[in-house]
């Protein structure tokens, strides 16, 4: 199973910008790219996903490298609700696993 | 609406014992998933189904048993056999077995005595 590098900590102001980054130097062709988000006590959200191509929907933009060896979630005005655990995810087309890391804990401030 | 429940939020047993977690949809999911995490970490495959009657084990099995008899619901027995059960129990499901999406519940905390 291909392996994801995300940073343990970050932090951002509200009303901010905030790019989380995500290495998968051994993604293969057929790896999708998601990103779930866990806060505290709950289970995890699903927030995006992708192939090839940048994606964006109403939570969130994801960006996808050329090589697709990394890509980066992009809230593009953070707020108190998106302190959370964010996991990016490689699913195997063939297995369907997803493999949780321990993800990027974003902190938010007022 | 449409969800999937966990019951209880909070489970208490003392070790030695079996304990069978709940784990109900209404979204008429064909597969479930059942994942274990712990403190700090990320969630592990336990057990998953695709469709109903039919189940495999996940990457971390061992103590626990899981049934399917309705398409609804999944659950999860941790026996005695499982040699450090206390942890947060997450249980998820999707359309279908190449669905994108998987749809979490809210967890139940398990803690052994």
């Known amino acids: 199973d291909a392996k994801t590098t995300q940073p343990n900590s970050m932090e951002s102001n509200e009303e901010e910008p905030v790019h989380l980054p995500c290495n998968h130097s051994?993604?293969?062709?057929?790896?999708?790219i998601h990103w779930y988000r866990q806060l505290p006590s709950q289970g995890p959200e699903y927030v995006i996903h992708?192939?090839?191509s940048n994606v964006n929907n109403r939570m969130a933009s994801l960006a996808i490298a050329e090589d697709r060896k990394s890509s980066t979630l992009i809230l593009h005005r953070a707020t108190l609700r998106d302190a959370a655990v964010y996991y990016c995810?490689?699913?195997?087309?063939?297995?369907?696993?997803?493999?949780f890391g321990t993800g990027t804990r974003l902190q938010v401030f007022p | 609406d449409g969800g999937i429940t966990q019951s209880p939020k909070y489970l208490f047993r003392k070790e030695g014992q079996n304990v069978t977690l709940s784990c109900e949809q209404n979204?008429?999911?064909?597969?479930m998933y059942w994942y274990r995490q712990d403190p700090g970490q990320g969630l592990r495959l336990i057990y998953y189904?695709?469709?109903?009657?039919?189940?495999q084990k996940g990457d971390i099995a061992e103590g626990y048993s899981v049934s399917r008899e309705k398409k609804e619901s999944f659950p999860l027995t941790v026996t005695s056999a499982q040699k450090n059960p206390t942890a947060f129990y997450l249980c998820?499901?999707?359309?279908?077995?190449?669905?994108?999406?998987?749809?979490f519940g809210p967890g139940t905390r398990l803690t052994v005595l």
């Open positions: 998820a499901s999707t359309l279908g077995w190449e669905s994108d999406t998987q749809y």
């Open positions: 051994t993604i293969s062709g057929t790896d999708y």
């Open positions: 992708g192939l090839t």
């Open positions: 995810i490689l699913r195997d087309e063939n297995t369907d696993k997803l493999i």
């Open positions: 979204l008429n999911h064909d597969a």
């Open positions: 189904s695709q469709i109903v009657n039919d189940f």
